[in-house]
């Protein structure tokens, strides 16, 4: 796995854990099909070994297109890859809506606002994101779940012991 910034300052991921397997399809994608033939690079093996060799052709590949460049060469891979988002592309992202990362919430006053959600999920649905508790929201009900009556509760409010 490695990043490889493009000529217009974007980075593109590749996480290809298979790296013998995805590397002739690779060099067909940066037009130098004679690449999987070379004995550095011939199979899983001779790549881990010349590593160094294949990251130099990759990252000077990389740079000498633009993002969306890559995005169109890269559609057909088979291999593992994306685009590093910023959070304002990543929230946008049709895949990341789809997953559930992104999830319609509300405040306490009603007002409705989207809200990252952690990203796991369980049973195949994602976890349901909640918005934070206002300030002492549910403060007086755990005073009195703790058995504290309402007079001993404003006498501790009145006296800046709770909020």
Avoid at 27 to 55: I, M, Q, T, Y
Avoid at 60 to 84: C, I, M, N, S, Y
Avoid at 89 to 94: F, G, L, N, V, Y
């Amino acid at each position: 796995m490695d990043l490889y910034a493009t000529k217009d300052d974007r980075q593109v991921s590749l996480c290809c854990l298979q790296a013998g397997r995805y590397w002739p399809a690779m060099c067909e994608v940066l037009g130098r099909p004679e690449l999987a033939a070379d004995p550095r690079f011939a199979d899983h093996a001779a790549l881990l070994a010349n590593s160094a060799d294949a990251k130099a052709i990759l990252t000077e590949a990389f740079a000498a297109h633009t993002l969306a460049e890559w995005r169109e060469k890269l559609e057909d891979f088979p291999g593992q890859w994306t685009v590093v988002q910023h959070t304002l592309e990543a929230a946008a992202d049709p895949q990341s809506e789809a997953n559930g990362y992104i999830q319609d919430c509300e405040t306490a006053g009603g007002t409705a606002f989207k809200l990252v959600a952690a990203p796991v999920q369980y049973d195949g649905a994602p976890a349901p994101a909640h918005r934070a508790p206002e300030f002492n929201e549910h403060g007086d009900a755990i005073l009195e779940e703790l058995g504290i009556d309402w007079d001993t509760i404003v006498d501790l409010k009145v006296r800046s012991i709770v909020g």
